[in-house]
Structures are given as structure tokens and as C-alpha cells.
């Protein structure tokens, strides 16, 4: 399976692989699910169905069909299976009714909680996090993604054995056994999956120096990121500027490896990357494996930090994006700030004798544009990469910071401009 691996680690590798598909079978395509969220003192009505709504997406990105939410006021989610026992009867007769497949819950699952709500109700129980490890999985294509994503999935699921595996408690006796006579089953799969991890740890490490030479041996251009929420449509500028072919689609994390294109705008050349979406509760073990994914970020001279225009809550995702640039120390880079999907933005016109209080819905483009270009330091650009519309004013803005930055690094070579 793996050639860096010896023949008994392939062994352990195979029961690894054995252990997942028990654990976590795949969710087959068209199949329904319903969604559960909690709303509390730090989490309000509004907050609450905007989560859900991200929930839904992920969900239809994974081939599931949402047919009910469910939502719950509670100060903090109950130890034993995350909500109410009446909303949990109600939910356990919604399933049962409508004979629904999958449960998923906006917020991260305990070992116990999960393992009380799958006996509870019959049916496989996803938390976001098993969720987004999930869509990880589907949509990784190289050989470096897979391993992150598998390390991550593995992070995840160590202390989670004791709930998904009924046969862990039986136990293996009889001699030639590493842990000896009475030795539990779990104990043998928990060392398995430790021992894999650190398998794949050293495999990601190894690829990290590949990469690492591979990002020296591009020499000293200039290197420009695209960053942003999921499904702003980073991949779409990538295949705008460099005139290539990136896969684009309207699903989240339609991007997972990162995708580097020499770009020219004029005559000045530089170096273009198209990095993997951020989202809000990202599981903290993809942030781990996806490290040398993100050190494409971590590296670049400039960012351009995509935003979708068109979303009710884009100021929450330009946070969002913000935080985690600062958590992987990249936060005090040239950023160009480029709102895009100006196409698809739409706005209810408040009449002028209407003296109720305005809402973001009744922000008009034009009132949106004037204030962020006038609250701002860095560049602010307004586009539509779906229909090419202010395209020449973006390229024009890129041009000059690109140059800027190479006249740095090149003092004497200023007079290719």
C-alpha cells in the first residue's frame, strides 16, 4: 500500500484501514439527514441559523440531503447526549417517522455524548468536525492531501474507539501477543492507530522538506497567495489570472491541494497559489495536517484575501479569515482585500419613509463599496470573476504591488518597467 512503509507496518496499516471502514462507513449519495444546532448566551438566533445554514451546505457538499433542523435554548449542551431528553424524543421520532439516515450536530461531539445518541437513536451520528474530516476525505486527490487528511481522521478517532467499535471489549488472550495474556482488543487497535500516526507524521514530514526545496527552487519571484472563506471563489480568479484550468465548483472545499501558477501581467511575472478554504470551527487537527499546505501562505510576499460580497455575513467570514492568517503567523502581510461575486449581490430597497432602522439587507453596493474603501489602508477591489466585470482595475492593482515588491528585492533591475 505504502512503499515507505515495511512489510509489518503494511499489516497495521491494512487493520488501521480495516478499523476505519467499521468506524466510519461513508455516507452513500441522495441519502437525508437532519440537522441539530444549540443556541446559547454566545450563540443567538440569527448566529444560530447562519451555522446551520453553513451546516446544510456541507452536508449537500457531502451528498446529503437536509430534510429538518432542529434547535434547542440551552446555557450549555447536556454531558450525556449533547441536548434534551424532550428534544432528543422528538428528534428520535422525526428519524423514525421520516426514516431518516444521518444526524449531524453543529458543534464537536464527546466520545460518550456520541456513543449515547448513536444507542439512542439507531441511525449514524456526525458532528461538524466528523463532517468536514468527511469532505476532506472525498475531495482529496494527491498523495500529500490523503495523508494529511487521514492523519487528521486517525487524531480524531483515537480517543473516540471505546463508541464505535462493539467488539474493543472483548479481550485478545493466548500467547505472542505484545500486550501479553488478557490483553483488550482496544488496547491493540489504539496502539495500531498510534503506531500509523506516527507513521503518518513521518511521511508528512518528509513531504514538508520536498515541498520545502521545491517552494526554494522557484527562485526568488515574487509569490502572491490567494486566501479566503470556502467557496469565495479563489479558484476561479486562479484560472482568471493564469488562464488555466484549476477545478472550480460551487461547493465547499472544492480545493484541497495547493495549486501554484507562473501568472504575467504585462511584462512582470510572478508566482500565483490557490490554498485550501477556511471555515469557521476548521477541526484543529486539519489545521495540524494542513500546516505545509499553509506555509504556501506563511511564505508569500502578498495575499490576496477573497471575499464573497454576495454573503449575508461576509464581514464574519473577512474575521473569520483574518484570525487564522494571524494564528499561522501570517497575519501582517500586503493583502489586496478583492470582494468578489458583485454579480450576484442583492439588496432590499428601503423607501425613503420607512423609519424603521436600516438592516445589512437594505445596504445598497455602492454604500458597502464607499465604506470599506475609505475605512481601509490596503487596496480594496470590487469584482465579478463568474462574468470578468472590473477585472483590468484588479490586474492593475496587483500589477503595482508586485512591481513594488520586486523593485525591493531588485533595486537595479527596475527598467523592464
Known amino acids: 500500500m505504502f512503499p515507505f512503509f515495511t512489510q509489518k507496518e503494511n499489516q497495521n496499516v491494512n487493520t488501521v484501514n480495516t478499523l476505519k471502514a467499521q468506524a466510519i462507513s461513508t455516507a452513500i449519495p441522495n441519502h437525508t439527514c437532519v440537522l441539530i444546532g444549540v443556541i446559547n448566551k454566545m450563540q443567538d438566533d440569527s448566529l444560530s441559523k447562519e451555522y446551520l445554514d453553513e451546516l446544510a451546505f456541507l452536508a449537500e457538499t457531502y451528498q446529503l440531503s437536509t430534510v429538518k433542523i432542529f434547535t434547542q435554548k440551552l446555557e450549555r449542551p447536556d454531558k450525556a447526549t449533547f441536548i434534551g431528553k424532550g428534544k432528543l424524543q422528538e428528534v428520535k421520532d422525526f428519524v423514525k417517522e421520516h426514516n431518516v439516515d444521518v444526524v449531524i450536530f453543529d458543534d464537536e461531539l464527546s466520545p460518550s455524548q456520541q456513543r449515547n445518541l448513536e444507542k439512542e437513536l439507531g441511525k449514524k451520528i456526525l458532528d461538524r468536525t466528523t463532517l468536514i474530516l468527511e469532505i476532506f476525505e472525498q475531495r482529496a486527490q494527491t498523495a500529500h492531501a490523503k495523508t494529511q487528511v487521514e492523519l487528521a481522521q486517525l487524531q480524531y478517532q483515537l480517543p473516540r474507539l471505546t463508541g464505535m467499535w462493539t467488539h474493543l471489549e472483548r479481550q485478545r488472550g493466548g500467547t505472542g501477543t505484545r500486550g501479553g495474556a488478557g490483553e483488550k482488543e482496544i488496547e491493540t487497535d489504539r496502539r495500531i492507530i498510534r503506531d500509523k500516526i506516527a507513521l503518518l507524521k513521518e511521511r508528512l514530514r518528509d513531504i514538508d522538506k520536498q515541498m520545502a526545496t521545491q517552494r526554494k527552487n522557484r527562485g526568488e519571484m515574487v509569490r502572491v497567495a490567494l486566501v479566503g472563506y470556502t467557496n469565495v471563489g479563489k479558484s476561479t480568479i486562479m484560472n482568471l489570472l493564469s488562464k488555466s484550468n484549476v477545478f472550480a465548483e460551487n461547493k465547499l472545499f472544492a480545493t484541497l491541494d495547493t495549486t501554484v501558477r507562473k501568472v504575467t501581467i504585462d511584462n512582470l511575472f510572478f508566482l500565483l497559489s490557490d490554498t485550501v478554504g477556511f471555515i469557521r470551527k476548521l477541526p484543529t487537527q486539519l489545521v495540524e495536517s494542513f500546516k505545509s499546505t499553509l506555509d504556501e501562505v506563511r511564505e508569500a510576499d502578498i495575499l490576496i ?36 461575486k458583485t454579480d450576484a449581490f442583492t439588496y432590499v430597497h428601503k423607501d425613503e419613509h420607512d423609519l424603521t432602522p436600516s438592516t445589512k439587507e437594505n445596504i445598497s453596493l455602492d454604500e458597502i463599496k464607499n465604506t470599506w474603501l475609505k475605512s481601509l489602508n490596503n487596496p480594496c477591489i470590487f469584482i465579478s470573476a463568474q462574468n470578468k466585470e472590473n477585472i483590468e482595475e484588479f490586474k492593475k492593482t496587483l500589477y503595482d504591488m508586485v512591481k513594488t515588491m520586486h523593485i525591493k528585492r531588485y533595486p537595479y533591475n527596475n527598467l523592464l518597467y
Open 305 to 340: 484575501h477573497v471575499v464573497d460580497i454576495s454573503h449575508k455575513n461576509f464581514e464574519e467570514h473577512i474575521n473569520v479569515v483574518k484570525q487564522t492568517l494571524q494564528d499561522i503567523g501570517a497575519g501582517d502581510k500586503p493583502c489586496i482585500l478583492v470582494f468578489n
